[in-house]
């Protein structure tokens, strides 16, 4: 009984995670309608160069959204460090490279991977909801 109950409380955790998602990628896209893209927020903040972490589909999202922008993405930050994505993709462990932000995809996890990257680095780490709710 005990294993049932701890496999409905993944579930409804994994669920609780996808319906975060799906109100980001709403509020991503009413942005869009209005002509509030992504990339002014980066102009608005001075920031050039990104870091992407997270890999998954918002990740993978906001990459596809960003390239082709004056917005540099110099690489990807994710546990599967062999994706198939047009960029270089580095462990969280690995040494990263500088750039003017991080933007976290995993927002439902930022606050700990915030905490972990601090400890590695000192440039500005960003939650995508943030930036997607200032559009």
Same mark, same amino acid.
């Given at each position: 009984?005990?294993?049932?109950?701890?496999?409905?409380?993944?579930?409804?955790?994994?669920?609780?995670?996808?319906?975060?998602?799906?109100?980001?990628?709403?509020?991503?896209? +009413?942005?869009?309608?209005?002509?509030?893209?992504?990339?002014?927020?980066?102009? *608005? $903040?001075?920031?050039?160069?990104? %870091? #992407?972490?997270?890999?998954?589909?918002?990740?993978?999202?906001?990459l596809y959204?960003?390239?082709?922008?004056?917005?540099?993405?110099l690489y990807a930050?994710?546990? +599967?460090?062999?994706?198939?994505?047009?960029?270089?993709?580095?462990?969280?462990? *690995? $040494?990263?490279?500088?750039?003017? %932000? #991080?933007?976290?995809?995993?927002?439902?996890?930022?606050?700990?991977?915030?905490?972990?990257?601090?400890?590695?680095?000192?440039?500005?780490?960003?939650?995508?909801?943030?930036?997607?709710?200032?559009?």
């Amino acid at each position: 009984m005990a294993r049932i109950k701890k496999l409905l409380e993944k579930e409804r955790g994994t669920t609780w995670v996808l319906r975060q998602h799906v109100r980001i990628l709403c509020e991503w896209i +009413n942005a869009k309608n209005q002509n509030h893209l992504i990339q002014n927020y980066f102009h *608005d $903040e001075n920031i050039k160069s990104i %870091a #992407i972490y997270g890999m998954s589909h918002l990740g993978i999202t906001l990459l596809y959204e960003l390239m082709g922008t004056d917005i540099n993405i110099l690489y990807a930050i994710d546990r +599967n460090p062999n994706l198939d994505v047009p960029i270089k993709v580095y462990s969280p462990d *690995d $040494e990263l490279p500088v750039v003017d %932000a #991080i933007v976290v995809t995993a927002f439902t996890f930022f606050d700990d991977i915030e905490t972990n990257l601090k400890r590695k680095v000192n440039y500005r780490i960003i939650s995508l909801e943030d930036i997607v709710e200032e559009c």
